[in-house]
């Protein structure tokens, strides 16, 4: 079919069947690894909108790289909560012999996509019916293999790109029988030794299809199709579509006097009938999206299980490779990520081909970008990199970003959208720092200090003081901006001192806490409320979000007289409430009696983390820059006061735990044994700037999250503590590891190497008592 569409200024094109979104290791010696803790009951899930209005950014940036002549169409499908939430066809699906346009349901060469949705899908399957184990050599289901050198390579090896093997490979001629095909792979010279070296190698590939044959008596193709192409009704993916689907499917280049179009471009698989390990597979975006969301659910699509969660787990999980990160069967963090664009955060997988064609899975935001396209077409000169980049920067933005519509109001804004009654001819002291701010980024100082019916009479600082930059004790000074006194509640004073209350009537406390116990802002809440008690002040709680969701409580209570600045009451390490809800629970359940009111949020729902708000964070303290930051705080900080790292002094703080005595690779490979819920860890070498080990490079691990809902940091913090025991008993100085825990038991059973499953079961009855008396103080 021939259409007047020009290349240049392509319009979106619609497909009427479906709805438009924008328009309708090594092996280390050890013990039996412990149980993992139970997970926690997740909150409910937001559904996934039926469309997200930010995601039209992605018209622009395909048009543009169809006008740059990068490509001569596309389609994208991106996943978001097991929901298609945009799908669209751009451009043209062939240019020449005539142009046709681009629809929703045309089928692209997908090349090396290949390689993790059939290949390492199939070697994943094996493994898990017992047919096969990842860690043995290749050579136990391929004798011939073991020539040359390369008895030691086993099918992680070749799933990494690890093996040492040359990027491609000879191929025998004339024969048609698999076994003799692929012999000449067999016969390879090994170019480094197995782990060495990250090389793309599609030999490699081409050898684990010849493991699924060998191991379950069929070739690749029908293996595949019968184990996930079928069960996931997947009608379009194919290898060898045929002619029947040619005219549906996207030409790639001329070969010869030939244009390629349901022909595999790719020439080894070509030499191989179309069928082999590295490339040859044909999908559509659609199929390709059922695929990801039976990644996203474990293993599970529509009630048809085709993977068992923990083979996922296995296949995407991040492992350290020389060069970077990847996982068996994808990429996660090397010079290949490009697709993941600036905005995913790392824990996510993906893969490209060479045709133009990408998929990004992002677990933690349960999304998946898939673009299609067939960037080789018509003269071989396209390039889909860009493209692939601002598109999956495009969804990351809309995913992780600010939600546009998010309805959040800090208490802050409440109490200006109420003409600040609650505060009409008071006398006001503040409480803040950088946190207290409105949803319009205006600093609470200055939007009260412009109230004609209320007084400013001075301001009050907590730890890290009034601009957050401080990492030691703050000293008393003056505000230059509004000339008031500012008095540091952190350093030899941690209440203010009567003299400093004078002619204050109100307290008024607006800062972002992050719903951890031995954050000292909940401390200095505590002190506050005893101050207005004492001294017969009215306190105003502006209310801001427990950045965490609010719905989940873990960790030890603290013991009987271990009160400090940082244990102000017998609480969880992660409690679980607002700032207004702790101070409503500390006021009543410490009998403080303070005459308190507390300003709601508007617009939060229980569950909603900060990423869902619509707030602009601003740092809590120096060293929590992000959501992601705050979010392992509570476990990994409970061994920052030992002799190893925790990351501050890098761009990711508590993301990290390591020393220069630290072997990573084992310390890794133990934390992986746990499986605790909705993280992985990867061997790491990080330097810190500043703080312990400043400039000194440090080896050990970092930490990535891959389900926000389900990690439980605090069981994270007490494993690493538990591992760390277990391989430097002399080495890591934890003398001070009980000062956070506050918990006598929990520190006992760590040094004893107590499983931490059994750890958490001893919080349980303390946390029954916890949640029944928080739930009398919660106000959303």
């Known amino acids: 079919m021939t259409c007047s569409c020009k290349r240049a200024r392509p319009e979106p094109q619609p497909d009427a069947a479906l709805p438009i979104a924008s328009e309708s290791a090594s092996s280390v010696a050890s013990a039996p690894p412990s149980a993992p803790p139970p997970a926690p009951a997740a909150p409910s899930r937001r559904e996934a909108p039926d469309r997200i209005p930010a995601l039209d950014g992605i018209d622009q940036a395909v048009s543009s790289a169809i006008e740059r002549g990068e490509l001569p169409g596309a389609v994208v499908v991106v996943v978001h909560r097991d929901k298609t939430v945009f799908r669209k066809a751009y451009g043209l699906r062939a240019e020449v012999p005539g142009h046709e346009p681009m629809t929703a349901d045309t089928l692209f060469d997908l090349a090396s996509l290949t390689k993790p949705v059939a290949t390492a899908?199939?070697?994943?399957?094996?493994?898990?019916?017992?047919?096969?184990?990842?860690?043995?050599?290749?050579?136990?289901?391929?004798?011939?293999?073991?020539?040359?050198?390369?008895?030691?390579?086993t099918v992680e090896h070749l799933l990494l790109h690890v093996s040492g093997l040359p990027a491609s490979t000879p191929l025998a001629y004339n024969t048609s029988d698999p076994a003799l095909l692929v012999a000449p792979v067999a016969a390879l010279n090994i170019t480094d030794p197995p782990g060495r070296k990250l090389r793309y190698s599609d030999a490699g590939y081409i050898a684990l299809a010849e493991v699924v044959r060998r191991v379950s008596g069929e070739r690749l193709d029908a293996f595949f199709r019968a184990s996930f192409v079928e069960p996931l009704g997947m009608k379009d993916t194919w290898f060898n579509p045929g002619r029947e689907l040619a005219v549906r499917t996207a030409p790639t280049e001329r070969r010869g006097d030939l244009m390629l179009r349901g022909q595999v471009h790719d020439y080894l698989a070509s030499r191989m009938g179309g069928v082999a390990g590295n490339a040859g597979l044909f999908s559509t975006a659609d199929d390709l999206a059922r695929f990801c969301r039976m990644i996203l659910a474990h293993g599970e699509l529509d009630g048809r299980r085709v993977l068992s969660p923990d083979s996922v787990r296995e296949m995407t999980r991040p492992r350290a490779v020389p060069g970077g990160m990847r996982s068996l069967g994808w990429d996660v963090d090397t010079g290949y990520s490009g697709n993941r664009g600036r905005l995913f955060p790392?824990?996510?997988?993906?893969?490209?081909?060479?045709?133009?064609?990408?998929i990004w899975i992002d677990p933690s935001s349960e999304t998946a970008v898939i673009i299609l396209a067939s960037r080789l077409h018509p003269n071989g000169k396209g390039d889909a990199k860009r493209v692939r980049a601002e598109v999956a920067t495009i969804v990351g933005a809309a995913v992780h970003g600010p939600q546009p519509g998010a309805a959040t109001l800090p208490g802050i804004d409440v109490l200006e959208k109420n003409g600040?009654?609650?505060?009409?001819?008071?006398?006001?002291?503040?409480?803040?720092?950088?946190?207290?701010?409105?949803?319009?980024?205006?600093?609470?100082?200055?939007?009260?200090?412009?109230?004609?019916?209320?007084?400013?009479?001075?301001?009050?600082?907590?730890e890290h003081g009034l601009r957050g930059e401080a990492d030691a004790p703050v000293a008393d000074r003056v505000d230059s901006r509004t000339g008031l006194p500012v008095y540091s509640l952190y350093g030899p004073r941690k209440k203010p001192a009567p003299s400093q209350l004078a002619g204050i009537d109100t307290l008024v406390y607006d800062v972002q806490d992050v719903g951890v116990r031995f954050f000292t802002y909940a401390t200095t809440l505590g002190h506050l409320l005893e101050t207005a008690a004492e001294n017969k002040l009215r306190i105003v709680v502006l209310d801001r979000p427990d950045p965490s969701g609010g719905t989940q409580?873990?960790?030890?209570?603290?013991?009987?007289?271990?009160?400090?600045?940082?244990?102000?009451?017998?609480?969880p390490i992660r409690y679980g409430m607002t700032p207004g809800e702790l101070a409503t629970l500390l006021n009543v359940e410490r009998k403080i009696g303070a005459e308190l009111q507390v300003v709601r949020l508007e617009g939060w729902r229980r569950g909603d983390r900060f990423e869902d708000t619509g707030l602009k964070w601003v740092r809590p303290s120096p060293n929590l820059p992000s959501p992601a930051a705050a979010r392992l705080y509570p476990g990994i900080a409970l061994i920052e006061a030992t002799n190893v790292s925790v990351g501050r002094g890098t761009d990711h703080p508590f993301e990290y735990v390591g020393a220069p005595w630290v072997d990573g690779w084992k310390l890794a490979a133990l934390l992986e044994e746990a499986k605790l819920p909705g993280v992985h860890f990867v061997p790491a070498q990080f330097v810190p700037q500043a703080s312990l080990y400043g400039g000194h490079a440090c080896l050990g691990v970092r930490i990535v999250v891959v389900d926000p809902e389900t990690v439980q940091p605090v069981s994270v913090g007490v494993e690493i503590a538990r591992q760390l025991v277990r391989m430097y008993p002399t080495d890591w100085n934890r003398e001070l590891l009980g000062g956070l825990l506050a918990n006598a038991a929990t520190v006992r059973g760590i040094e004893s190497g107590e499983p931490t499953a059994s750890i958490v079961a001893q919080w349980q009855p303390g946390l029954e008592q916890f949640r029944q008396v928080r739930a009398r103080h919660l106000l959303y």
């Open 420 to 462: 600040f009654q609650e505060l009409k001819g008071r006398r006001v002291g503040l409480v803040t720092n950088p946190t207290g701010v409105d949803k319009k980024g205006v600093p609470t100082i200055d939007v009260l200090k412009a109230v004609p019916d209320l007084t400013m009479v001075a301001l009050f600082s907590p």
């Open 346 to 358: 790392l824990g996510g997988v993906g893969h490209t081909g060479f045709t133009g064609t990408s």
């Open 553 to 571: 409580v873990e960790g030890p209570l603290s013991d009987a007289g271990s009160e400090s600045f940082t244990c102000f009451h017998s609480i």
């Open 121 to 153: 899908a199939s070697i994943h399957l094996l493994a898990e019916r017992g047919k096969l184990k990842l860690t043995d050599p290749v050579a136990k289901y391929w004798p011939e293999f073991a020539d040359k050198g390369k008895q030691g390579i």
